[in-house]
């Protein structure tokens, strides 16, 4: 992401150069708008889970190649939601991206949510409810730990890009030559979330201007998501 922009305009300082309490304000903000984007998105998931036609269609794409023509177009809208976000100062361009971005996520999630659901023996909403709750305390002990000690997380941006290369490789790997991933694959995905959430958190600290609260909250809830995809993968493995 190119913050550059907003580094060398005048209106909006640097968090790193204003006072404890607007720093504090702006990681309200932030946060306030990571609950919001994540309360829009089980909104949406409720509603898409009860169109019969979508949830078919989505199922159905899970299969074989189509599924990387599913991942290509999520990759394609969330890339310019991120980047809309990311380099204007119009607030309703950013509400915009924000949204796009919990549409898609949203969208992207009926397989593996209505699989959760409806075809896992035992107690159903109790396996999501689970991850969920895990997925939030290992997101909030990870930011606690870069806003407490505001560590700089920025030299994990290489291990990051080489992390999600090989992730991507593997799934289109696995799709093409028709092999399950398994536990350690969900697991390494766990590591490489994390690791995300380290890093989006420290960038909100040290990179973020005053202005770009709608921005960082998008990062927060991608990184947010992709941690409890996995998580959830690997409950729904256990069960």
Avoid: C
């Amino acid at each position: 992401m190119e913050l550059s922009e907003y580094k060398n305009t005048p209106t909006f300082q640097p968090l790193i150069e204003v006072s404890q309490d607007t720093r504090a304000a702006f990681y309200r903000k932030t946060y306030a708008h990571v609950a919001l984007a994540t309360l829009l998105f089980v909104v949406i998931e409720t509603v898409l889970l009860r169109i019969d036609p979508l949830v078919d269609l989505m199922l159905s794409l899970t299969q074989g190649w189509t599924w990387l023509l599913v991942l290509g177009a999520f990759m394609v809208a969330t890339n310019y939601a991120e980047k809309l976000a990311h380099t204007t100062h119009d607030k309703t361009k950013q509400y915009l991206a924000l949204f796009l971005f919990v549409l898609a996520e949203a969208v992207i999630f009926v397989p593996l949510l209505y699989i959760a659901i409806y075809y896992i023996d035992g107690d159903y909403f109790s396996i999501v409810n689970q991850a969920a709750i895990m997925t939030l305390a290992l997101f909030t002990g990870l930011s606690a730990v870069v806003l407490i000690t505001k560590k700089d997380f920025s030299f994990l941006r290489t291990f990051l890009t080489i992390g999600f290369f090989i992730a991507v490789a593997a799934i289109i790997a696995g799709m093409l030559f028709g092999f399950n991933l398994g536990l350690v694959f969900s697991a390494g995905m766990i590591v490489l979330a994390s690791a995300t959430i380290l890093y989006q958190t420290s960038q909100l600290v040290h990179q973020y201007t005053t202005d770009q609260y709608v921005g960082a909250s998008l990062g927060l809830f991608a990184s947010l998501m992709l941690l409890f995809w996995y998580i959830l993968s690997i409950f729904m493995s256990n069960d």
